[in-house]
């Protein structure tokens, strides 16, 4: 009985050790993991990471929403097109100019939809302001649709290249807004903030198009190039909220 004793306790004694040191390295990596990852029993890292989740959250919902409501006004135009009554060129021809008048409107959805997307990327809150600054910038937006076919029909009037003028005016002033409010709510040192700066070219947009609702009154053809030089300018994204 002493042998077995010996030899049993030798026996389990050593698969004793054997299982030990096998089981020991996961045990002592498992202590040592809160060492390597401190972030992860720290509150208030967590509460920094669940509060930066909620806010891409809720910037990516505005995003959306905007979207949808973009790529609405868009189908809208694409819907007012009417295809010539005849078969030739000559009939296309009598369609051309409704024709440009909705490429200037697609650019300028376009324009404000990459720059719209690139904005709310750098955002960092949504408050209720800046909920009602984008609702703000989508009306003006919304009526782009219905003046295009108004234009497209009387080109050559200088009511409906006024009006166009008004409402890109207010598309404008409403784009600036919504910066504002945005940088409002995340502060005078946000990136937004930071990356517009003076917004020399948002201005300059600004007066173009006032000059532009001005000058319809004259002749709709300089209010015409003035609103397809506003569109050149802005062609390239706005590259300081792209960085």
Known sequence: MGGGSDNGHGTFGGVGAQQNARSRPPY???RRWPVMFPEANDPESQARSEAQNQAESETGRLEAFSDGVLAVIITIMAFELRAPIGGGFSDLRGRLPALLVYILSFVFIGIYWNNHHHLLRAARRVTGGVMWANLHLLFWLSLIPVLTGWIGEHYRESAPAATYGVVCLGAG????????AIIRADGSDSPVAVAI????KG??????YAAATALAFISPWFAYALF???AVMWFVPDRRLSR
């Open 203 to 208: 201005r300059a947009s600004l007066v173009l």
């Open 173 to 180: 002033v409403a784009f600036t807004l919504l910066t504002l």
């Open 228 to 230: 397809a030089s506003v």
């Open 28 to 30: 002592q990596a498992a």
């Open 197 to 200: 700066g003076r917004d020399v």
